[in-house]
């Protein structure tokens, strides 16, 4: 099969002929993966990076607070585009500065019967993370969900104190972990 080359002053392709993307990478028939190999004693292994800047390549200014940093987007071929089926997106949390880079992450996925994604957990920069908090929502512990937790067990520090809410019928706490909630 011939190799298709497409250069231009905006973009570079391979095997595809009309992309607006600045690199596309196609193939007809068979998987399309990509692979990166490192081979070295130390060091970090390879890395994807995605950057951003406000301003231009010569005067950039600093992102600011919600920017978008990065988005891996997941699509499949409906009747007759594709589609989006999940992405996870990377944000800025603040300003960014030489001295604070602080940043967040969401996970979207797309239900079944509809064509737009859904805004479905979180991790703010400080490490918090809430689940089904709603799009823009902030979590306001550690962990927070927003429907039903279905679990096997629970680990509670028995050093602090337990609150909250719930309709337990039967459990049983030992060594500040409890076990049997039914």
Partial sequence: MPKTFSFNTDSFSLGST???FLLSLEKDGGDA??????????GTGPIILFKKARGSKTTPVAAGNGYETGKI????????????TAMIVSRTEGTISDTSSAGYLQFYTTPSGSTGTIHRMIIKGNGDVGIGI????APSDKLEVNGTINATGYKIN?????????????????????TNAT
């Fill in 18 to 20: 009309n992309s607006p």
């Fill in 33 to 42: 993966d990509i692979e990166i190999k490192e081979y070295r004693t130390s």
């Fill in 73 to 84: 987007s997941f699509r499949g071929y409906g009747d007759t585009d594709f589609r989006q």
């Fill in 134 to 137: 709603g799009d823009g929502g």
């Fill in 158 to 178: 028995s050093n602090v104190g337990f609150t909250g809410t719930g309709s337990y019928t039967n459990f049983t706490i030992e060594n500040g972990i409890i």
